[in-house]
């Protein structure tokens, strides 16, 4: 299936931690956490071995320490994934559920997983999240179709962030978006959306890496071309600041969502984990994150912003 991107400029992601600009003076040293992904460029090869050597980063323009390069991989690596679908989305996503219900069922043992729907601002789970895939998909059903049900995607990802249903710590925290992205209370693309710069933060705090699935909630004579356009570029910016991917087609909703998820499993598949110390001044912050990877045939999704903490005291 053919797929569209549309480019957001890099100006448009550093709008999200402006700020969280890197104050000068006394520092600490801080540490973070994020989750890379590296594929091979060509489908059918295996991704190359990559290792620390590799690769270098920088944590708000200064030269950070590497100190953890690992594969996610193996059951000891646990995984929590929410599918949250927008309440508001045409009741025609109904006949994209077999591909939803798929997906959940396929995901491995190491997966704890769960539903919720976009509904007035939060996220409404249909149940706990567990590792009995087919209960989990059971949770799925026909969407409202009333435009704006979700209040605002932004604001249900900010609700979902800071009450997300576990406690466990070394979990990778894994989100699937299905929304057209459009922000009801800024009707237009609006890089410096309020609504969106918080919901990028609040992920990128609370470690989610976020994934958006584009299904135009309303028929192309209710909302104009540029809305549409919009709400991509929004998703765009969300995705990207928290090391995700977003998918569409055009303008229109695609034929099957099926590509889209067999390309969001081989993404997580292939994740590693990067843990770092930088300079830090005073408080937790998020920072942004610029990778360079030094590997030949493989293209790689790198959240632009991190968030950094201080280190913890060294141990005698």
Partial sequence: MKRSWIVVSAS??????GGFAFAQGDSQQGQGQAVITVLPKHDGE???SVTQQDMSIKVNGKTAKITTWEPLKGPENRVELVVMIDGGARSSLGGQLDSVAHFIRSLPPNTKAGVAYMENGRAAFQGPLSADHAQVAKGLHITGGIPGMDGSPYFCLSDLAKNWPSRDPDARRE???????VDYY????DP???YVQAAVNDSVRAHLVVYA???LNQGRADRSTYENNAGQNLLQALTQGTGGRSFWEGMGNPVSLEPYFDDLTRRLRNQYELRFVSHLSGKPEVETLKLNLRAPGTEVDTPHLVYVVPAAPAQN
Wanted: glycine share 4%; charged share 10%.
């Fill in 192 to 194: 410096e959306d309020p």
């Fill in 186 to 189: 800024q009707m237009h693309y």
């Fill in 46 to 48: 295996l991704p190359a």
């Fill in 213 to 215: 699935i584009y299904w």
């Fill in 175 to 181: 989100v699937v978006m299905v929304t057209d992205g």
């Fill in 12 to 17: 448009v992601v550093m709008l999200f931690a």
